[in-house]
Nanobody, 125 residues
Framework: VQLQASGGGLVQPGGSLRLSCAAS????????INWFRQAPGKEREGVSC????????YHRDFAKDRFTISRDNAKNTVYLQIHSLKPEDTAVYYC???????????????????WGKGTQVTVSS
């Protein structure tokens, strides 16, 4: 099982990014998929989650207005769209799953079983 996060980069404040989480050896549509982030000097924190089946989504409070999580089952990929990026969004973003079909609310780092390598998001002018 491999998860691979991609799509990060250097963006100016107010910009947008779409992060992707692609999987091999795992069918993402039957598992809840989570996005976490870890800023320099801070603990990793859960950001958003999309459940299997109905695709119900969950966002932490700070992410509710600017983050959108979605899934393309045909591509076996989960996306995290971030709008109106702020400097405090600067972090390494990871996708992960605990293999459960439903989201934890909020996602818990220690419960995740598979992690993708992170993708760096830097928001700076």
């Amino acid at each position: 099982v491999q998860l691979q996060a991609s799509g990060g980069g250097l963006v100016q404040p107010g910009g947008s990014l779409r992060l992707s989480c692609a999987a091999s050896g795992l069918t993402l549509s039957i598992h809840a998929i989570n996005w976490f982030r870890q800023a320099p000097g801070k603990e990793r924190e859960g950001v958003s989650c999309i459940s299997s089946n109905e695709g119900r989504t969950y966002h932490r409070d700070f992410a509710k207005d600017r983050f959108t999580i979605s899934r393309d089952n045909a591509k076996n990929t989960v996306y995290l769209q971030i709008h109106s990026l702020k400097p405090e969004d600067t972090a390494v973003y990871y996708c992960a799953t605990d293999l459960n079909p439903l989201c934890q609310t909020p996602p818990k780092t220690n419960d995740m079983l598979y992690w993708g390598k992170g993708t760096q998001v830097t928001v700076s002018s």
